[in-house]
């Protein structure tokens, strides 16, 4: 009989979303359109990238990366509901769902409070010796937790960080071709890239981008896709650790 499979079918769609959000991100450096404008003060030509509807596009995201949350969370919560109606019905609770505590402590204080440690001796210690879902042991978990309630009250808004322009081909006064770029910036568009005057410009460049979580989270300065895909596969590792015990 296979276990948790509403939880692998959470794990699916949350990996949709995870999907989407990397083709949106992919897609942000096309989206970018350069163009020339004149310094009204020195006179000298300045490259501008600018990227059309960027609120739009972050609220996008920030949806999505919600989405993929809440459905990781979802999984985690099924898991759990399903673990005990199986083993330790008499556990199960209007309120149950899968334990993630701010530290080692906490966490047992609450299982021994609900009495799992003598009714489900088994997920106890599985809990506490291998899953540890807390700061400080499985981080992923815990941040997973602490987004799924952030992201009900406010907007996970991602923001455009790192970005760099390379690619800039310029002509200067002796005929010879210079490629030059900038130094990655977290500040947000549009970005300008001053020209000297009298060079001609051959090649406006391109963006480069990253997408990272938002200053003000525990998370700041990682990089989305990349830490959504460990969340998701740490979700994945907890409900198989979940299966021993069944």
Known sequence: MPYFESSRLKIKWANQHILD????????????????????????????HDLRDRTE???????????AVHNLKCALDYAWIETLSLRAPSLLTDFSKFPIYPDGDSLKGALVGREIDTTFGA????????IQPYSGANDAIYALHYLNIRDKHKLLTPIVEFAAIEGIELENERGEVEKIGTWASSQKPPYYVPIETGWHIKNKGHVVVEI???????????????????????????????????
């Open 212 to 246: 990272l979580f938002e200053e003000g989270t525990p998370l700041y300065d990682l990089e989305i896709i990349d830490t959504l895909q460990l969340y998701s596969r740490s979700t994945l590792q907890v409900i198989e650790c979940l299966e021993t015990i069944l």
């Open 57 to 67: 596009r972050m609220n996008k995201l920030a949806l999505l990366i919600g989405d």
């Open 123 to 130: 997920l106890y210690k599985l809990l506490i010796s291998e």
């Open 21 to 48: 959000v990397q083709r949106l991100v992919s897609a942000l450096p096309d989206l970018y359109e350069a163009t020339v404008e004149i310094n009204p003060v020195a006179g000298n030509p300045v490259i501008k």
